[in-house]
């Protein structure tokens, strides 16, 4: 199982309905508004960073709002 955290920054005003986008893609296993340079940092999970990466590229960065993403790959 690979995780991936996401760093996203959003149009203003826009944080909490882009959460909860987020949170409704499978894949995401937590998603959620943060304070400092980031607007909201999210959790996905996938067999694979493969997985994950596609799952991004399809799904998440096509989501209306966003204006950059950051991804961290979790090590073991």
């Not at 199982?1 to 995401?28: C, F, H, W």
């Not at 493969?50 to 991804?71: H, Q």
């Amino acid at each position: 199982m690979s995780r991936v955290y996401l760093l996203a920054n959003v149009i203003p005003g826009k944080e909490q309905t882009i959460r909860d986008t987020l949170r409704g893609i499978g894949g995401v296993k937590e998603a959620d508004v943060v304070t400092g340079q980031y607007d909201i940092i999210a959790a996905l999970e996938a067999k694979d960073t493969n997985d994950i990466f596609n799952k991004i590229l399809k799904r998440v960065r096509k989501v209306r709002g966003l204006t950059r993403t950051e991804t961290f790959v979790a090590v073991e």
